[in-house]
Structure formats: C-alpha cells, structure tokens
C-alpha cells in the first residue's frame, strides 16, 4: 500500500506511550508505517497527575515514531476510572415533509440523549462524583426503532414519522478528559478524535461476527483493566476496572520486599496466575537472589482473580454476562501473564482466548503483541469511521468527535447545546 491519506494516533498508557502512524487506502484497510514508544510518566491509573511529565512522555514517543508533522490531527485513547457508562434511549418525530430520517436527525437524536441525561442523579451521587464534575462525552448509537419497527441498524435514508435511538452513552471527568487533552497538545499536535481505549482495542481484537455472536473484551493494561461488551452486533456495555499489571508488580514488590523493577522482571519472567500449579519449594533466580516461584505465583493470582471478579460483577450487574456465547479475548500485556486464559474461564463461566491486533499489515514485528492493541486500533477505528461525522455508517459507527469541542467549549462555559452556559 504505498498511497493513501495518513492517519495518526497515541495511547496514552499508564505505563508507556505509543505513537502510531498509518496509512489508508479509504477502504478501511490500514498498513502501519511507523510507531514510536516512551516510558510514561505524571499517569496514575490512566489519568494525567504531572502535565508537564506527561508531555514529555508523548514528545518522546513522536520523536521515536520520526516525528509529526507540527499541528497534525491525531486521535487519542481515553481510559481511567473516572469513565461510567450506561446505556438510553429516546425518541423524536421525524418532521421531515418526506420523513426520511437524515444524518442531522440522527445528530438531534444523539444531543438529546445527552441533553437528558445532564442531571443523571446516579451519574453525580452513586460515584462519588459531586454535581458538575461528570459530563456526558459521546454516545454510541446501538439501535433505532422505526414507527415500532425493532433492529434497524442504519436509519439513515429510511422513512419513518417516530424515531427511537438505543445508545451506549459514556460520561467523564471533564478535567480529567481535559488534562489529557493538555498534555498531547503541548507537544504541538491536534487532538481531533478521542476514543473510548477498550472500543479501539476491539476494533483490532475482534471480528464482526465476534460482536454479532456476544463477546467481551478485557483489555488489561499498566494502570486500569478495560471492559467492552457487545451484544448481537452492538456495544452494550464498558466499564473501567482501576487495576492493570502495575497493582501485580508492585504486589509482589511488596511481598518478596524487592524494589518495583526486581518484581516487574519477576512477574515477566516468572509469573503466573495459576500457583497450584506451581512447586512449593521451587525457586527462581533473577541476579544473584533466589526467590519461591509458588509465593510469587500465589500474590499474581490473587490480584488476578480481585480483576477478573471485579469484570465478572460488572458485565453480570450491566445483564450481558449470559449473553456471551463467544466468550471472552483478553488483550493487553497484562494478559500474558501465563494461566490468565485459564482462570477467566473459572471466575466468569465462559470460554476465554488471549487475543493481538488481526489483520495486522506491517513491518513492525512488535505490534504484533497484546500490549499495542489499543495502539493499533485507534489507526482501525479511524480509517472505519473517517471523518468526525461520517455521513452513512449506521448505528455501527461511533461519534467521539464532538468530546473534543465539547469538553474545550465547557472551560469556555459553552453548553453541549451551544448556547452559553449558565450556573448549575
């Protein structure tokens, strides 16, 4: 693939950065030609503490990946637990004289579920969060229902007087979702889309049928573990479990007293999630010390099972734990710790495979693993979504364009409607 336009992204991790270059040929076909990675630092569990640490973080990325172009547009993963989602539903008559649904009907439909749910009591109390801190920051059209008419995947161009729309909304901090938004911009570059990091995960990850057929993803990074849920085709469900493969190093830092790096070397080498498989007096050696393989098994497992259990509640309580016949693909790096397959399969009751980016068309070996699934999928989910708002995309395609304006018009005290905000 030598032509195309070329399509930037950065994910930006808890315990590194990726930046990712590639190119597309319009057809959503993407070959990857450059990708740089920097150590993270001033991230805590997907959420910017230092600014400035940060965005040496991503400037150092850019610079392995060859640089970009000064004011390029980039699209920018988003994590942390300050993410909630639920999922609504609305409905408008179609005042059209021909009442065609149009893609500026649609639009309408997506601002009225964010309109609605403003003043979501449980989004503000249930969290923690106190009122005005948490903003809905896109929506993720599911389903319409027509005149009554159940299922329809892409109501554009379609007749009907009474349109409902089923959607996945997704709501934020908005500082956190602004920090985030500093950070990348200070190193002179545009963030034009940001996207939900487990929906990019599964754009590389999984296969149409696999959502169709009812899967869930979870991908476990450095600083959170990423729940995605899809159901007969659709996103159904997302949740941020505060944990990732950080919390397992610096656990077994604590129990074998060794400083962070010696227990991240172990768990590397050595771990496993599976201790009873494991001979209690067989020990490993890392330098010139010995340690018991079994404890350090037993400490890995114990945090692997609070994740998994932690999953397993929330797809169960969210109602989509019985409606996953494909199982469930665990990507991120903390899912090559060995026996992490074995174990979800226990706790959730489901099949489970370790899953890397498909259809991958690149030279660059490494991306080849868990750990850049995110990264190579924010390339997937912008050549599949094309511009910001794409005109003929149905209920598939997901609009994250607007969080960018309207997270930056907040702090300039637009309301999502456009209109000046006043006090809440």
Same mark, same amino acid.
């Given at each position: 693939?030598?032509?195309?336009?070329?399509?930037?992204?950065i994910d930006v991790?808890?315990? $590194?950065?990726?930046?990712?270059?590639?190119?597309?040929?319009?057809?959503?076909?993407?070959?990857? #030609?450059?990708?740089?990675?920097?150590?993270?630092?001033?991230?805590?569990?997907?959420?910017?503490?230092?600014?400035?640490?940060?965005?040496?973080?991503?400037?150092?990325?850019?610079?392995?990946?060859?640089?970009? *172009?000064?004011?390029?547009?980039?699209?920018?993963?988003?994590?942390?637990?300050?993410?909630?989602?639920?999922?609504?539903?609305?409905?408008?008559?179609?005042?059209?004289?021909?009442?065609?649904?149009?893609?500026?009907?649609?639009? $309408?439909?997506?601002? @009225?579920?964010?309109?609605?749910?403003?003043?979501?009591?449980?989004?503000?109390?249930?969290?923690?969060?106190?009122?005005?801190?948490?903003?809905?920051?896109?929506?993720?059209?599911?389903?319409?229902?027509?005149?009554?008419? @159940?299922?329809?995947?892409?109501?554009?161009?379609?007749?009907?007087?009474?349109?409902?729309?089923?959607?996945? #909304?997704?709501?934020?901090?908005?500082?956190?979702?602004?920090?985030?938004?500093?950070?990348?911009?200070?190193?002179?570059?545009?963030?034009?889309? #940001?996207?939900?990091?487990?929906?990019?995960?599964?754009?590389?990850?999984?296969?149409?049928?696999?959502?169709? *057929?009812?899967?869930?993803?979870?991908?476990?990074?450095?600083?959170?573990?990423?729940?995605?849920?899809?159901?007969?085709?659709?996103?159904?469900?997302?949740?941020?479990?505060?944990?990732?493969?950080?919390?397992?190093?610096?656990?077994?830092?604590?129990?074998?007293?060794?400083?962070?790096?010696?227990?991240?070397?172990? $768990?590397?080498?050595?771990? *496993?999630?599976?201790?009873?498989?494991?001979?209690?007096?067989?020990?490993? !050696?890392?330098?010139?010390?010995?340690?018991?393989?079994?404890?350090?098994?037993?400490?890995?497992?114990?945090?692997?099972?609070?994740? !998994?259990?932690?999953?397993?509640?929330? !797809?169960?309580?969210?109602?989509?734990?019985?409606?996953?016949?494909?199982?469930?693909?665990?990507?991120?790096?903390?899912?090559?710790? @060995?026996?992490?397959?074995?174990?979800? @399969?226990?706790?959730?009751?489901?099949?489970?495979?370790?899953?890397?980016?498909r259809h991958l068309?690149?030279?660059?070996?490494?991306?080849?693993?868990?750990?850049y699934s995110t990264?190579?999928?924010?390339?997937?989910?912008?050549?599949?979504?094309?511009?910001?708002?794409? $005109?003929?995309?149905?209920?598939?395609?997901?609009?994250?364009?607007?969080?960018?304006?309207?997270?930056?018009?907040?702090?300039?005290?637009?309301?999502?409607?456009?209109?000046?905000?006043?006090?809440?």
């Amino acid at each position: 693939m030598g032509s195309g336009r070329l399509i930037y992204g950065i994910d930006v991790g808890t315990t $590194k950065i990726v930046a990712i270059v590639g190119r597309s040929d319009g057809r959503r076909s993407v070959e990857v #030609v450059s990708m740089g990675e920097a150590p993270s630092y001033g991230l805590r569990r997907g959420v910017i503490v230092d600014r400035e640490a940060a965005a040496e973080s991503v400037a150092e990325a850019i610079d392995a990946c060859g640089g970009f *172009t000064r004011n390029v547009h980039v699209g920018v993963g988003i994590a942390g637990s300050h993410i909630a989602s639920h999922n609504a539903e609305v409905a408008l008559l179609n005042r059209d004289r021909d009442r065609l649904v149009t893609d500026k009907f649609v639009s $309408k439909l997506e601002a @009225e579920v964010r309109r609605a749910d403003l003043w979501r009591d449980d989004l503000q109390e249930e969290d923690g969060f106190e009122v005005g801190e948490q903003e809905v920051i896109h929506v993720v059209p599911r389903s319409f229902v027509l005149d009554g008419a @159940e299922g329809v995947r892409q109501p554009v161009g379609l007749a009907a007087r009474r349109v409902t729309m089923q959607a996945h #909304v997704v709501t934020g901090a908005v500082a956190s979702i602004q920090n985030l938004l500093f950070a990348v911009e200070d190193c002179g570059v545009n963030v034009s889309r #940001v996207v939900l990091e487990p929906l990019a995960s599964s754009e590389a990850c999984l296969l149409p049928e696999d959502r169709e *057929t009812g899967v869930a993803l979870l991908d476990v990074g450095g600083g959170t573990t990423d729940v995605a849920a899809f159901v007969r085709g659709a996103l159904t469900h997302t949740a941020v479990v505060p944990i990732g493969g950080v919390s397992f190093s610096s656990d077994v830092a604590f129990g074998l007293k060794v400083p962070f790096e010696v227990a991240d070397e172990l $768990k590397i080498r050595y771990g *496993t999630v599976l201790s009873e498989t494991v001979d209690s007096v067989a020990p490993v !050696l890392l330098g010139e010390r010995h340690y018991s393989a079994r404890f350090i098994a037993e400490i890995l497992e114990h945090r692997a099972r609070e994740v !998994l259990e932690i999953a397993r509640d929330s !797809l169960w309580k969210a109602r989509v734990l019985d409606h996953l016949p494909g199982g469930v693909v665990l990507t991120g790096g903390g899912s090559q710790i @060995e026996g992490m397959e074995g174990l979800a @399969e226990e706790i959730l009751g489901v099949r489970a495979r370790v899953a890397t980016p498909r259809h991958l068309r690149s030279e660059i070996k490494a991306l080849r693993k868990p750990q850049y699934s995110t990264a190579v999928g924010l390339l997937y989910f912008a050549a599949k979504n094309g511009h910001l708002r794409p $005109k003929s995309k149905g209920a598939a395609t997901v609009s994250f364009g607007s969080i960018v304006a309207a997270v930056k018009g907040w702090f300039r005290g637009d309301s999502p409607d456009g209109t000046e905000r006043g006090g809440r």
